[in-house]
Every structure is written in structure tokens, then in C-alpha cells.
T-cell receptor
Framework: GESVGLHLPTLSVQEGDNSIINCAYS??????FIWYKQESGKGPQFIID?????DKRQGQRVTVLLNKTVKHLSLQIAATQPGDSAVYFC???????????FGPGTRLSVLP | GAVVSQHPSWVICKSGTSVKIECRSL??????MFWYRQFPKQSLMLMAT?????????EQGVEKDKFLINHASLTLSTLTVTSAHPEDSSFYIC???????????FGPGTRLLVL
């Protein structure tokens, strides 16, 4: 595989607060990015995507920011809820026909 | 839309037996399907990429004779773990991509435990 996570960073937030999950991607040629949410024992679930010709995209309670200068991607979750507790992965794609490369993931824990 | 199923969801088998896992795209045709392996607290590791009607492309370090992939139709891919051993115990996840470029949609995963 192309991505191996040796550890899983954890972010703990209070219920109702906003969460920001960060991801540094590896390839400056990557032009398409996706954030996935994975709950325990389940497959990853698509949350939101963004192409490199954009720097911000909003969904329902989620916003993805892309900074191509420093190769940084972030996922913002507004008013975090207990159901948001999961591991979040960013994935980058280098272009047409290429495979996605996944980041190591971040575990989000929502505190009551 | 874009639902991917996997069967079985979990399997326990004896060492030396072979296990087949099915991956189906339920409401779209998948030009490409992917098989991943995930160990606890780690990210997804791509094992192989398969296109319908052609041989799978395996990632470096993945034994193609050990992990047989068949992509017989635009909605079905199978992964067979041959002569499974305890070290093959893992969470296997497939994904499917409806177009050559774009999002991948994941199945719910199959947990394999080899005794």
C-alpha cells in the first residue's frame, strides 16, 4: 500500500464546539481530494470533496479548505455531535485514472 | 445512490483454507474496483486495483497468488484469500469507482479471522 499509518492522532472536542481536522498531502500534482469518515467496524463513508481549482467548499455542517501552497487540507465540522465520533481520512488523487492515496487518519472523540 | 456491498461481513476460518469475499456495486456500474486491507488503528493499504475483464494490478509486496482477484462484471469483484494463515487476519474493504476519474465509494468491509 501507499499509505501506512504508524499511529493515529486523536482530537477531542466538546459537544457543540467546532472541530478542525488537518491533513498534509504529499504530491503537489494532486488535483482532487476527498474526506472520508470511518466509524468503528465499518467502511469509509464519503463526506466531502474538493478539486484543486478551489480553495474552499462547504457542505452540511462541514467545510473543506485547501491550501495548495503548503499542501494542506483541513476539514471543519460545525457544532460537533456525538455521532461525529469516528476516524477521518483525507485522500488525494494525482489525476485522471490514478488511485487515491490515503492519509494516516485522525480519530475524533466528542466529549459530552 | 453509490452503494457498495460486501459479503460476508465477517468470517472465521481455519488456517490453510481459502476464503472468498464479494464486492458489489448495487446502483452503478464500476469501471474500477479496489481492494484494501486495514489493520487496527491504521490507515487503508491498497492491495490491488481491478478493471472489469482484465487482470488486477497488485501493489508492491502483495502476493497475487495469495490474493486472487476476479472482476467478472461491472458490478462484481471477488477477492479470494488462498491458504489463509493467522497473519492474514485483517479488515478487508473494497471500493468502486463509477468513472475513470472521480470519487470512490466503499463497501462496509469484511473482517477475517484465521485461527
Amino acid at each position: 500500500g501507499e499509505s501506512v499509518g504508524l499511529h493515529l492522532p486523536t482530537l477531542s472536542v466538546q459537544e457543540g464546539d467546532n472541530s478542525i481536522i488537518n491533513c498534509a498531502y504529499s504530491n503537489s500534482a494532486s488535483d482532487y481530494f476527498i474526506w472520508y469518515k470511518q466509524e468503528s467496524g465499518k467502511g469509509p463513508q464519503f463526506i466531502i470533496d474538493i478539486r484543486s481549482n478551489m480553495d474552499k467548499r462547504q457542505g452540511q455542517r462541514v467545510t473543506v479548505l485547501l491550501n495548495k501552497t503548503v499542501k494542506h487540507l483541513s476539514l471543519q465540522i460545525a457544532a460537533t455531535q456525538p455521532g461525529d465520533s469516528a476516524v477521518y481520512f483525507c485522500a488525494e488523487n494525482k489525476g485522471y485514472g490514478q488511485n487515491f492515496v490515503f492519509g494516516p487518519g485522525t480519530r475524533l472523540s466528542v466529549l459530552p | 445512490g453509490a452503494v457498495v456491498s460486501q459479503h460476508p461481513s465477517w468470517v472465521i476460518c481455519k488456517s490453510g483454507t481459502s476464503v472468498k469475499i464479494e464486492c458489489r456495486s448495487l446502483d452503478f456500474q464500476a469501471t474500477t474496483m479496489f481492494w484494501y486491507r486495514q489493520f487496527p488503528k491504521q490507515s487503508l493499504m491498497l492491495m490491488a486495483t481491478s478493471n472489469e475483464g482484465s487482470k488486477a494490478t497488485y501493489e508492491q509486496g502483495v502476493e497475487k497468488d495469495k490474493f486472487l482477484i476476479n472482476h467478472a462484471s461491472l458490478t462484481l469483484s471477488t477477492l479470494t484469500v488462498t491458504s489463509a494463515h493467522p497473519e492474514d487476519s485483517s479488515f478487508y474493504i473494497c471500493s468502486a469507482r463509477p468513472q475513470t476519474y472521480g470519487s470512490q465509494y466503499f463497501g462496509p468491509g469484511t473482517r477475517l479471522l484465521v485461527l
